[in-house]
């Protein structure tokens, strides 16, 4: 097995346009291809998957607080592959932060022992290039930069000006270029790219930019650079955890709901939880199960859909009366609300939650947290903390009590605090995005609570 990291020196660089690119690539050539994403991101990990046809995976040290368990996400999505790509997020150094070691895709490269692929922006720029190239490549010597690949390039002659002062002023190999091209983009709204299932042409696109890098990147040296890793089956970390009476899950996912990590999913599985799905926009029935979950995503793109699915409505209010155990992050809780406003109109929602979904102009809060219990929950008991990451571009406004204490601590210090989180009857919704493989303790409570309370 073979694996790269693909970080950027800056925004934009083009490191998402070169990932999804050499991934078509690798895939064309019949590779079996195990993308990955450092850090939280949803949307990225979907293009990831539809082009190499297996789930994407995050990295992401944050979320996932002990080294031996990201390692084994990692190890055991790979394991079977013949090439690992992971792209990273923001710039190569960049995470939570001023420390370059904390949640970065630099840490995540070094913890995993992966070469890098620096990609840099050459736009109106030459010889400047090699100072940008010289400033990663002693920023931190313990990391594996093994080579460049530059974006917007305006011609050969450019490519030239910009090949030449690397390779007098660095130590470091450049594999080539991606021309500046317009016809690259992708569409983007408010948390990023797009999803790829709302682009009718988003293959074309990504053919497109394959195309053109098969043209101005040497693939083949690239590949032949990479070590060839010998990897052991990995070992579950996790104690097992299976229940004599599995518990029944469904799972919304429809365009409206579909922020799921696979891990979160194939560990529920690995419990024995039994999942099924459905559509809150477009089924007329609920699915009978034991617990119910409802992700983050774009309920406010598809708000009108939603609200005239009454019916549907109506039966997850009615689960929620009959004390079935429902949990919801972000979109989720929108959904469970009284009602969706977006400007001036508002939609009804299920009304679990009394209180209004409002969208701003403006995201309302961004990046890493965790929220202190102040009451025994789904998610855990009182006083312990729940990592997670927020990423909204709206506000619930309610009179609910709260059940979190939030908090944001970069660099050592309690930056920002705030009140979040709901729990009524067995309902627990707020808008922290979840990864189960924060703790043992966080999936055991979960299934544990779930279980013995369902027995009652």
Not at 92 to 114: E, H, N, R, T, Y
Not at 138 to 146: H, S
Not at 313 to 338: S, V
Request: glycine residues 8%; proline residues 4%; aromatic residues 10%.
């Amino acid at each position: 097995m073979k694996k790269i990291l693909i970080g950027a020196a800056s925004s934009g660089s083009g490191k998402t346009t070169f990932t999804l690119g050499l991934l078509e690539i690798l895939k064309r050539r019949g590779l079996n291809v195990q993308p990955f994403k450092v850090g939280p991101d949803y949307v990225d990990t979907k293009y990831h998957s539809r082009i190499t046809k297996n789930p994407s995976r995050n990295l992401d040290s944050f979320l996932v607080r002990d080294k031996k368990v990201l390692n084994y996400l990692f190890e055991k999505a790979a394991y079977e592959s013949d090439v690992s790509v992971i792209e990273g997020v923001m710039g190569l150094f960049d995470g939570f932060g001023i420390d370059k070691d904390s949640c970065s895709s630099s840490s995540v490269a070094k913890q995993l022992d992966c070469p890098v692929i620096l990609v840099v922006n050459g736009k109106s720029a030459s010889t400047s290039i090699a100072a940008v190239v010289k400033g990663f490549e002693e920023f931190d010597e313990e990391l594996n930069i093994m080579g460049v690949v530059i974006n917007n390039i305006a011609s050969e002659n450019h490519y030239s000006l910009v090949k030449g002062a690397i390779e007098k002023y660095t130590r470091t190999k450049v594999y080539g270029y991606i021309p500046k091209n317009p016809a690259f983009a992708l569409p983007s709204r408010q948390l990023g790219l797009v999803p790829d299932n709302e682009i009718d042409d988003v293959m074309e696109k990504i053919h497109l930019i394959a195309d053109s890098i098969e043209q101005t990147v040497d693939i083949e040296s690239l590949l032949n650079d990479l070590e060839d890793v010998q990897m052991e089956k990995p070992i579950y970390p996790f104690k097992e955890n299976r229940k004599e009476k599995p518990i029944k899950l469904a799972i919304a996912k429809d365009d409206a709901f579909h922020f799921y990590y696979p891990d979160n999913l194939e560990l529920l599985e690995d419990c024995g939880v039994q999942i099924t799905y459905f559509s809150p926009m477009t089924d007329k029935q609920l699915p009978e199960a034991d617990a119910y979950y409802f992700g983050g995503g774009y309920p406010e793109e598809f708000a009108d859909e939603l609200s005239q699915n009454s019916v549907m409505r109506e039966a997850i209010f009615e689960a929620f009366e009959n004390d079935k155990f429902i949990l919801a992050e972000c979109g989720g809780l929108m959904y469970l609300g009284e009602t969706l406003k977006i400007e001036e109109k508002a939609f009804p929602m299920v009304g679990v939650f009394e209180g209004e979904s409002q969208m701003t102009s403006r995201l309302k809060r961004f990046g890493y947290c965790y929220g202190i219990l102040k009451e025994d929950t789904l998610v855990g008991k009182k006083g312990e903390k729940i990592y997670g990451h927020e990423f909204h571009h709206s506000t619930f406004e309610t009179k609910e009590p709260t059940m979190m204490t939030m908090e944001k601590n970069r660099d050592g210090e309690v930056v920002s605090s705030w009140e979040g989180g709901y729990q009524k009857r067995n309902t627990f919704a707020s808008y922290l995005h979840l990864h189960f493989f924060q703790s043992e303790k966080f999936v055991h409570h979960l299934l544990e609570t779930i279980a013995t309370e369902g027995d009652k």
